[in-house]
């Protein structure tokens, strides 16, 4: 069962990976043996959570906005010139927006569907050739991080943030059957509330937040990291193009 979970000798990439659930996973994969870079888009910030990390394990850093086209390409760039090729990559980078249907703006439209949906799909685009090598031997990975707010509908004006997400998980689907052909299984995670910087409400109101949770309480690092872990290794190798929601009930209250 250690081998079964185990991420000795891969190589990951995690996009937002400086913070919140980005870090989560990052520690986790560090943990069962990964070497991980992870890319934020501030450099200092990415920096400063590389050296808390190398504790763990072989950790570096890769800042880059990944918000647009040309910072995609400059981030698989930036990874194809350390490393031949990609065993897993994360897409967990993300924005929302909340505002009143009757004002909500165009760059809370194009800014959020730019970094969530838009960003997933040509990374992975142009990191494709370092992951079919490494799915030459075992299947490489792509986890696409979307959100609860993507399966059901949040009563917060989140308009841009729950479109990006539930078109994630269909963008998934797709992008999995195209790319199980090169040995690249495409996968996602849905979370609820875990606190993080995007999720203020659960890491500043975690006790109150939890109140509204069938399970009693918010999610944690071991949780998100978990789930992370079972995709990435091979435990998760035959899972493809599904997302797992990860929210201790929240989406069954809302049904």
């Given at each position: 069962?250690?081998?079964?979970?185990?991420?000795?000798?891969?190589?990951?990439?995690?996009?937002?990976?400086?913070?919140?659930?980005?870090?989560?996973?990052?520690?986790?994969?560090?943990?069962?043996?990964?070497?991980?870079?992870?890319?934020?888009?501030?450099?200092?910030?990415?920096?400063?959570?590389?050296?808390?990390?190398?504790?763990?394990?072989?950790?570096?850093?890769?800042?880059?906005?990944?918000?647009?086209?040309?910072?995609?390409?400059?981030?698989?760039?930036?990874?194809?010139?350390?490393?031949?090729?990609?065993?897993?990559?994360?897409?967990?980078?993300?924005a929302a927006w909340g505002e009143?249907?009757?004002?909500?703006?165009?760059?809370?439209?194009?800014?959020?569907?730019?970094?969530?949906?838009?960003?997933?799909?040509?990374?992975?685009?142009?990191?494709?050739?370092?992951?079919?090598?490494?799915?030459?031997?075992?299947?490489?990975?792509?986890?696409?991080?979307?959100?609860?707010?993507?399966?059901?509908?949040?009563?917060?004006?989140?308009?841009?943030?729950?479109?990006?997400?539930?078109?994630?998980?269909?963008?998934?689907?797709?992008?999995?059957?195209?790319?199980v052909k090169d040995n690249i299984v495409v996968s996602g995670?849905?979370?609820?509330?875990?606190?993080?910087?995007?999720?203020?409400?659960?890491?500043?109101?975690?006790?109150?937040?939890?109140?509204?949770?069938?399970?009693?309480?918010?999610?944690?690092?071991?949780?998100?990291?978990?789930?992370?872990?079972?995709?990435?290794?091979?435990?998760?190798?035959?899972?493809?193009?599904?997302?797992?929601?990860?929210?201790?009930?929240?989406?069954?209250?809302?049904?």
């Amino acid at each position: 069962m250690n081998d079964l979970f185990s991420l000795s000798g891969r190589t990951a990439l995690v996009t937002g990976g400086s913070r919140g659930i980005g870090r989560m996973i990052a520690k986790g994969f560090l943990a069962q043996g990964a070497r991980v870079y992870i890319s934020s888009r501030k450099a200092a910030a990415c920096e400063d959570t590389v050296k808390e990390l190398s504790a763990l394990g072989p950790c570096f850093s890769l800042p880059a906005d990944v918000s647009t086209v040309e910072g995609a390409k400059a981030l698989a760039a930036a990874y194809a010139s350390k490393e031949e090729s990609l065993d897993i990559l994360v897409n967990n980078a993300g924005a929302a927006w909340g505002e009143s249907f009757d004002t909500f703006p165009e760059k809370g439209w194009d800014k959020v569907m730019d970094l969530n949906l838009k960003s997933p799909f040509f990374l992975t685009q142009a990191l494709h050739e370092q992951l079919r090598k490494a799915g030459q031997g075992r299947p490489a990975k792509v986890i696409n991080v979307a959100s609860i707010d993507g399966v059901s509908v949040n009563p917060m004006e989140t308009y841009s943030y729950a479109a990006s997400k539930a078109g994630l998980i269909h963008l998934i689907r797709r992008m999995s059957l195209r790319l199980v052909k090169d040995n690249i299984v495409v996968s996602g995670i849905a979370p609820g509330a875990f606190a993080s910087e995007m999720n203020r409400d659960a890491r500043d109101h975690g006790d109150e937040v939890a109140r509204r949770i069938p399970a009693g309480r918010i999610g944690i690092d071991e949780d998100m990291a978990g789930v992370a872990i079972y995709l990435a290794s091979r435990a998760g190798d035959y899972v493809v193009g599904q997302t797992i929601v990860v929210d201790g009930g929240v989406t069954l209250a809302r049904g």
